[in-house]
């Protein structure tokens, strides 16, 4: 015991962020309904982590690692929102939602999984649009079997099911102070984390033994959850990367990227870096010094007005000027909050004006040598005297450790 | 680093689970096709982590945590599967599955996320019963949105959707003995990182550092992830056994519970333990006491033959003689596998016959004192010869730390 308390005495704390007010989530619910408005919703349910917990507050590490109970989340554009629930939530409930009007049935019981109250509940909405939103669009998840989604749109009928997704993109794509807060406590968590990379990685380690070790360091620092912790290693570079560790060994020569979504109270960071463990070699310094420069013109170019295509041109042509193949993640950069990608995508296609509260990835990534990639990220966040980052921004030249 | 790799070394390594060999998949695959065929399917998609994981192989971290891209794998009843995924996830899908047809997008493209392409694989399938199966059922979560799906739907007509959660249910309720090596290997890591809970949880230390410590533990002896830690700290007892941890401080006089779902190679363990700071007084552990009775009883419960229903009774059998109420959890144990909460639910409801292969958790809980609730837990598999523990069973009395 006393070994693993020196080690973490040696971990830098940063302040827990704050508890969210009850302003906080009142200002959620009034955005929401404005939304409603203005998307035609006479209300609308949520079932997904992401939503759920965004609106209701309800904070719960069971429903989400646990398929056999739906939890659904009722907010009428007028009127008292409601939770209907499995009877054993109700207590965890209380203790970490503002909703009080809660209804509960003795879960599991897949014949019928609350979906009789639920549509009881949806009944009484004040009916203006004739129109209830679910979660239908692009990027979510429903949190509930498709059949009973199915059933409930029947049980509720005339009133029409629609797409609630355009409401909570609208939402969540503007963060609040508070939310900020947690997303830049958790890129502390991973900066410094980061930081001790280099000798926490060893040649001899497994790539597995190495996602293990940076997730338990990342813990230790006051992450709460690491979900993500994707490893590439090879000898001048590696050739995906999302791919899972695998068994292979890091050996001199390698270069080793880690990208990692790491959780704080609701919250994700999403970054990674590249630390070369002898000499890299030219190919590779060149593309991280191109990937560096794409980088800051990326952050440069996250500003309110500018569209994440935007985003992605000025990252884009630093790298085409110099004749660089990108890479083939299909964007460079995206959202950041709630989830570990969200709307909106740093792609040519995507308009999406950056507002003041965005959280954005800057990501360029580029292709080079036999079928090599090589990646940066960075977290910041668009306010309107300009971009600020999040994560401690990364070394112009590669971490190189002398092996 | 010498400090934290002294701890390292005295946590005990056990031998990893070997790969799962083509003839595991080969086997699934011919499963499948029978129940497809009682079913009267084509063909099936899975979108889902666990149901496309099992079906193809493909292991990957990125999928689960980026819901911008959806992955489908596609297994007809006759003829070839097919692997339907973004771009950035071709070598990793080779890498990983034994499916070797791959059509790929440039994802992300949210007007079409490789709809057309899917449509186009589904309409080769040879068609007998006119039906395709997609995840509709009880305790499935759909990997893509729903509006995407219902727009699939019309492109594959005439060819109808039907549920295919009966065929996944069925293929996954009897695990390989590859299978159960998973999940025996981190049901031994968490018997070992439970074993030190007593030593590893402190007073003064809060519900949040404890779940990291313990959390961080796990990982350093070789689980992959931990996605869930309940605990429970209380005076005499705790309250709810599903909470997520708080800034509560462990105190004298507590009974701490942690109740956790560790993966190892894409399988869970799922059990819990208690332990008591002080006495934990005599309501708590005669309560202790029975639900360790209940849990034996469970155990020997869980033969082939005998229903989930059968192994509930037996267990509320110990808490009802001795007149205490059951907990609010619905269920007395599950299913175990892929998900930390699958098929079956030991309750009066379900007559799920058990069979050898199968992996459940014993988790009774019992109501007393005033609401406060305690639950064991312990993990098995059904063989011919009886039940085997995966867990290594809790003690008969609850730990006491001297306080």
Known sequence: MAASRTASAARTRHREAAEFTPAEFAGRVERARRLMTEQRLDGLMVTSEANLEYLSGFTTQFAWNSPTRPWYFVLPREGEAAAVIPE?????????SWCRDIATWPSPTPENEGLDLLAGRIARIPRRFGRFGVELGAESRLGMPVADLLRLRELIQPVETADCIPVLRALRFVKSPAEIARIRHICRIASDAFDRLPRLARIGDSEKEICRKFAADLLLRGADKVPYTSIGTGKGGYSSIIMGPTGRRLARGDILLIDTGARYAGYFCDFDRNVAYGDPGDAAKRIHDLLWRATEAGIR?????????????????????????????GRFGHGLGKAMTEHPSNKPIDRTVIEPGAVLTIEPSAMYGDGKILVHEENLVVTEDGPKLLSRRAPREMPVVRV
Do not use: S
């Open 88 to 96: 054993i939530g109700a207590g965890n409930w209380r203790a970490t």
């Open 301 to 329: 170019a996250a500003v309110p007005g500018n569209t994440a295509a935007q985003v992605f041109h000025a990252q884009a042509k630093v790298l085409e000027d110099a004749g660089i193949a990108l890479g083939n993640v």
